[in-house]
């Protein structure tokens, strides 16, 4: 083995480190001192060296870079980018910018009359229409738009011609026309302009040049369902469907939806099923869940309806949970991270997101509750129990209060209150809401011990429920502690600045403790919120008028009587205000209009039958005398005005028979007795001894009877009534009368007594050519008219209590 192993010799070992001391001796700046030629080269401006027959050889053979070799120069090729030229140009001095050339020559001028230069102009003028158009559409001027769209249009046209007359037609800006085309459609559409927006959209459409213009047959259908002409749009939005390819999922789904929506429109429900079916296996929603079960609804399939209510609770929701927006840590970046986004776009989009989806299972769930089971109350624990059972937990609580405000619906008071009662043990959101509720129903029972009891409950669970604290200021309110009340609803409104009901109520407060520039105040600010609130309205009116400002009063009832046209006890007022500043003209016209759509209010009835009596047109003033003696037939009186009015008329016969009419109804009326007695005397009727004997018993009887009230009079005897049965002075049978009816009764009073003659008293003749301002007497609906009066009804102490939205 060790044979065939040779060692190397000693001497046959090469040095490793050998040749390093070893160059080239043209590089040995030692010797440049001695260098003849170097130091020529020094010597010559800008280094060069002068034309030499000799040259020095490189290292490797070769001339010298710039060295004369067979009378050829060797380019200088590594400073030719610095400036440096060939041999011809060795003279010239170093110029690596070309400044010695001087400056350089001006620009060649743009032709702008060139066809070339006028269509690029054309298409920028173009493009600067569309896009005006499109911003003044976002900004809300869908007028400027869709001129601008139009200009748009006609330019593009006229660049079209010029493009045809320079170039070939394949070079016509297909892209442009487009545009063009599509947003002068869309403007039109904008502006309702349906018809021009569909010519527009048949232009693209039929144009084969324009690639995927079928897919535009989805705003056509738009248009059609916005006319409601649903079949054919579903017919466009079927085209769109055929040419939209299968990867485009998002958009063939919403076509399908719109498809559904249509199907709804038409009542096919069969039709509708299919597609929001189709939908919801695909790609679920919420809209197309919701549909779906309005769809089962309609046709009236319980079952059917749970499945697509469960299908409408698992759509997923896609947000982010809440808890992500709460800093586990005190660490400042991440705290400020958190602060950042808590509120940002995102975050109001996931808030929006959520939001439409609890309306949409609530009012499902409203809508099918009453229909799955066999009463509404097991169908509301139904939903109940599937929505407690997905992420929609806590929309469970409110459920239930939805069934006890159903429960309210149906008048079932009892069931109402133990379904809110049992939120009593439940967290304090809830329970707070509940209470919120249960003090409201006290409170309109009246009953307000325990409406206070809930209400102080609903505040304790939480003390910045606006509703709470509203409904508690009532309690307080009724029990006639108002500034107390009026701090409840202060913090009310430093809860939720937005609480119309505190402010109103507010309003209220101050009005009752006669503090009326702040209660105007407060109005004022409520009006400017709920611009057409027939409440506000009256109640500005009313502080003007108890600040005694009537001309303010009626600009303000004029305001309202502009909302409410047919309030009747608008317009009442505003013939007391006239009356009152003297325009009987303008006061008759709102008390005319007050009677025909209410024409049961006493006032008004008594303010128009005094009215035509002033005028002298006593036949006018009968029907309404008559129509307050059949509101109230146990008032005397309007049947002795009914009389009053025929004796001074003429009509004596007449008056005869009605003062008979009354005598027989209410025989110890003493006036009806004297008027009986001068009537049969003047006439020469036999039964003027049989009414005399009657009235003389009367008027001992009462001698006899003041006789006896005198005698045992005390201190407070002087606060008993007058005389009964006087038409004038009968107290006892009238009904209390304020400031307004006490002018009213004045001016009956002033109707002939028993010592005037039977004509008029007055020399003034009628004039034969009056006519009636308001023409001859319509017949109105009466119904609609007592509804009205009585639904709206704005007393001072309506205090609006506040229920919990739904």
């Keep these: 083995?060790?044979?065939?192993?040779?060692?190397?010799?000693?001497?046959?070992?090469?040095?490793?480190?050998?040749?390093?001391?070893?160059?080239?001796?043209?590089?040995?700046?030692?010797?440049?001192?001695?260098?003849?030629?170097?130091?020529?080269?020094?010597?010559?401006?800008?280094?060069?060296?002068?034309?030499?027959?000799?040259?020095?050889?490189?290292?490797?053979?070769?001339?010298?870079?710039?060295?004369?070799?067979?009378?050829?120069?060797?380019?200088?090729?590594?400073?030719?980018?610095?400036g440096f030229t060939k041999a011809a140009f060795r003279g010239s001095a170093f110029d690596p910018l070309g400044q010695s050339r001087g400056p350089a020559p001006p620009l060649e001028t743009k032709n702008e009359d060139s066809p070339e230069e006028k269509i690029r102009q054309l298409e920028k003028k173009v493009n600067e229409l569309v896009e005006e158009s499109c911003i003044a559409n976002s900004c809300g001027d869908l007028k400027l738009a869709l001129e601008k769209a139009k200009d748009a249009?006609?330019?593009?046209?006229?660049?079209?011609?010029?493009?045809?007359?320079?170039?070939?037609?394949?070079?016509?800006?297909?892209?442009?026309?487009?545009?063009?085309?599509?947003?002068?459609?869309?403007?039109?559409?904008?502006?309702?302009?349906?018809?021009?927006?569909?010519?527009?959209?048949?232009?693209?459409?039929?144009?084969?040049?324009?690639?995927?213009?079928?897919?535009?047959?989805?705003?056509?259908?738009?248009?059609?369902?916005?006319q409601r002409n649903y079949s054919?749009?579903?017919?466009?939005?079927?085209?769109?469907?055929?040419?939209?390819?299968?990867?485009?999922?998002?958009?063939?789904?919403?076509?399908?939806r719109n498809i559904g929506?249509?199907?709804?429109?038409?009542?096919?429900?069969?039709?509708?099923?299919?597609?929001?079916?189709?939908?919801?296996?695909?790609?679920?929603?919420?809209?197309?869940?919701?549909?779906l079960t309005l769809s089962y609804f309609a046709v009236g399939d319980r079952e059917k309806m749970k499945k697509a209510f469960q299908k409408l609770i698992a759509v997923p929701l896609e947000i982010d949970d809440d808890d992500k927006y709460i800093s586990p840590s005190d660490d400042t970046h991440t705290n400020l991270v958190i602060e950042a986004i808590k509120n940002d776009h995102l975050r109001q989009m996931e808030r929006e997101r959520k939001a439409m989806a609890e309306k949409y299972i609530m009012t499902a769930a409203k809508l099918i509750a009453p229909v799955i089971e066999s009463s509404f109350a097991v169908g509301y624990d139904w939903c109940?129990?599937?929505?407690?059972?997905?992420?929609?937990?806590?929309?469970?609580?409110?459920?239930e209060i939805n069934k006890a405000i159903t429960y309210l619906r149906q008048k079932d008071f009892n069931e109402a209150v133990e379904t809110l009662k049992m939120f009593e043990k439940k967290d304090s959101r809830v329970k707070s809401a509940a209470a919120t509720n249960l003090s409201s129903l006290y409170y309109l029972k009246n009953e307000f011990a325990q409406a206070s009891s809930y209400a102080d409950l609903a505040v304790n669970s939480d003390r910045y429920n606006p509703s709470a604290l509203t409904n508690k200021g009532n309690t307080v309110f009724a029990n006639g502690d108002y500034e107390k009340a009026a701090e409840f609803y202060k913090e009310a409104l430093r809860n939720d600045s937005s609480c119309t009901e505190a402010l109103y109520n507010i309003g209220l407060t101050y009005k009752k403790l006669n503090r009326l520039d702040e209660a105007l105040d407060c109005f004022l600010k409520l009006h400017a919120i709920l611009r057409n609130s027939a409440q506000v309205l009256y109640q500005i009116a009313n502080i003007y008028e108890l600040m005694e400002d009537p001309n303010q009063a009626i600009e303000w009832l004029m305001q309202l009587i502009s909302v409410v046209p047919t309030d009747s006890r608008a317009?009442?007022?505003?013939?007391?205000?006239?009356?009152?500043?003297?325009?009987?003209?303008?006061?008759?016209?709102?008390?005319?209009?007050?009677?025909?759509?209410?024409?049961?209010?006493?006032?008004?009835?008594?303010?128009?039958?005094?009215?035509?009596?002033?005028?002298?047109?006593?036949?006018?003033?009968?029907?309404?005398?008559?129509?307050?003696?059949?509101?109230?037939?146990?008032?005397?009186?309007?049947?002795?005005?009914?009389?009053?009015c025929f004796r001074r008329s003429g009509n004596y016969q007449k008056a005869l028979d009605t003062y008979k009419d009354i005598h027989r109804k209410f025989p110890e009326n003493v006036e009806c007795l004297r008027f009986l007695v001068r009537l049969c005397t003047d006439i020469g009727l036999k039964e003027v001894q049989e009414y005399a004997t009657k009235l003389k018993r009367l008027e001992k009887m009462k001698e006899i009877r003041e006789q006896r009230i005198k005698s045992g009079r005390d201190g407070s005897g002087g606060s008993r009534s007058k005389r009964e049965g006087s038409a004038g002075h009968d107290s006892g049978q009238n009904c209390s009368a304020s400031?307004?009816?006490?002018?009213?009764?004045?001016?009956?009073?002033?109707?002939?007594?028993?010592?005037?003659?039977y004509e008029s008293s007055s020399n003034k003749e009628i004039d034969?050519?009056?006519?009636?301002?308001?023409?001859?007497?319509?017949?109105?609906?009466?119904?609609?008219?007592?509804?009205?009066?009585?639904?709206?009804?704005?007393?001072d102490e309506d205090l609006g209590d506040y229920l919990l939205p739904e």
């Design 1 to 82: 083995m060790m044979e065939n192993v040779r060692l190397t010799p000693e001497t046959d070992e090469d040095d490793l480190y050998s040749g390093y001391n070893d160059y080239n001796p043209t590089y040995d700046t030692k010797e440049l001192e001695n260098d003849t030629a170097f130091q020529q080269a020094v010597r010559t401006s800008h280094g060069r060296r002068p034309p030499s027959k000799t040259s020095l050889a490189s290292s490797m053979g070769r001339p010298m870079t710039g060295a004369i070799q067979d009378g050829v120069t060797r380019p200088l090729t590594a400073v030719r980018a610095a």
């Design 153 to 226: 249009g006609r330019m593009e046209r006229v660049l079209v011609r010029q493009r045809e007359q320079v170039t070939t037609p394949e070079n016509i800006n297909l892209d442009l026309t487009y545009s063009v085309l599509f947003n002068l459609a869309s403007q039109y559409s904008a502006n309702d302009m349906y018809a021009e927006a569909l010519n527009t959209y048949q232009v693209i459409v039929k144009n084969k040049i324009f690639s995927n213009a079928g897919r535009l047959k989805v705003n056509m259908g738009n248009i059609y369902l916005k």
């Design 232 to 256: 054919k749009a579903i017919k466009f939005y079927r085209m769109a469907l055929d040419q939209i390819p299968s990867i485009h999922k998002e958009m063939r789904i919403k076509i399908m």
């Design 261 to 291: 929506v249509a199907f709804i429109k038409t009542g096919q429900y069969s039709d509708a099923i299919n597609s929001f079916e189709h939908i919801m296996s695909m790609a679920p929603n919420l809209k197309a869940g919701f549909n």
């Design 384 to 399: 109940v129990e599937v929505v407690k059972a997905s992420q929609y937990v806590e929309l469970a609580n409110d459920l």
């Design 571 to 644: 317009l009442s007022k505003l013939g007391e205000l006239y009356d009152s500043e003297g325009d009987k003209s303008q006061a008759f016209q709102y008390y005319y209009e007050s009677y025909r759509y209410f024409p049961s209010n006493i006032d008004v009835i008594e303010w128009l039958g005094a009215y035509y009596i002033d005028t002298q047109f006593c036949e006018k003033a009968i029907q309404y005398f008559e129509r307050a003696s059949l509101i109230q037939p146990t008032q005397v009186k309007w049947k002795l005005m009914v009389a009053s």
């Design 739 to 757: 400031s307004k009816g006490e002018r009213l009764s004045a001016k009956l009073r002033a109707l002939p007594g028993t010592n005037e003659p």
């Design 768 to 795: 034969a050519s009056y006519v009636d301002p308001l023409g001859p007497q319509t017949e109105r609906p009466k119904t609609a008219a007592k509804k009205r009066a009585e639904e709206e009804d704005f007393a």
